[in-house]
C-alpha cells in the first residue's frame, strides 16, 4: 500500500487542484474589486449593454429577458428593504425611531450592494451564455411581456415607497454629510 498516500498527505486530482486555485484566485480579484463601486458598475453596465445587443441582434430570447427582469426585480427588492422589517418588529414591540429621544439605527440592507452587483452581474451573465442555446427561443409576443414586467414593477416599487413612507427609512446612502460652517 505505498502508493495510496500511506505518508498521511491527501492526493488531489489535477481537476480539482486547478478548481481550488481557480476558485482562490476568482475570490482575490473578487476581494481586490470591492472598494472600486464605480467601475464594478461600468463593468456591469457594459455586460448588460452586450446582452442588449444580442438579444437585439438575434431578435429572439423575450422569454429569458422577462425572466432575467423579474430576477433583478427580486434583487432590487432586496436591495430596498431593511434588513429587519419594521412591520415584523412593531408586532415584538420594538420599531424604528420616530422620536428624536429614540436610539438611531442606520439603514441596513437585507441585500448588501456588493451582492446585489455581484447576483446581477452573474444574471446577466447567464443570460447571455442561455441566447446561444437555441432551445431556449420560445416564439412569444414580447410587447405583452414588457407591459406585465411594466405592471409587475410599477405594482412592486409603488408597495416598496409606501412602506418607506410609513416606516420613514430612506435605503440611499448619500455619504457623510459635510458642513462648511457660516458664510
Given amino acids: 500500500m505505498e ?25 482575490y480579484y473578487l476581494d481586490r474589486s470591492t472598494p472600486h463601486t464605480l467601475h ?14 444580442r438579444v437585439y441582434y438575434v431578435q429572439g430570447f423575450y422569454v429569458v429577458s422577462y425572466g432575467l427582469g423579474i430576477y433583478v426585480l427580486n434583487l432590487l427588492i432586496g436591495f430596498f428593504s431593511p434588513k429587519v422589517d419594521p412591520e415584523l418588529e412593531a408586532l415584538d414591540g420594538a420599531s424604528l425611531p420616530t422620536k428624536g429621544a429614540d436610539e438611531f439605527r442606520p439603514f441596513v440592507r ?21 441566447t446561444f442555446i437555441s432551445v431556449l427561443d420560445v416564439p412569444v409576443f414580447w410587447p405583452i411581456l414588457l ?5 409587475l414593477f410599477v405594482l412592486t416599487m409603488k408597495r416598496q415607497i ?19 460652517g457660516k458664510k
Fill in 3 to 27: 502508493g495510496l498516500g500511506s505518508d498521511g498527505a491527501s492526493v488531489t486530482s489535477p481537476v480539482a487542484q486547478w478548481k481550488s486555485d481557480f476558485s482562490r484566485a476568482f475570490q
Fill in 40 to 53: 464594478r458598475w461600468l463593468g456591469t453596465l457594459a455586460v448588460a449593454m452586450i446582452y442588449i445587443l
Fill in 110 to 130: 437585507r441585500l448588501p450592494e456588493f451582492k446585489f452587483w455581484y447576483s446581477i452581474t452573474k444574471a446577466f451573465l447567464i443570460a447571455f451564455v442561455m
Fill in 147 to 151: 407591459c406585465y414586467w411594466i405592471v
Fill in 162 to 180: 409606501l412602506h418607506m413612507i410609513k416606516y420613514k427609512y430612506v435605503p440611499f446612502d448619500i455619504g457623510k454629510q459635510r458642513y462648511t
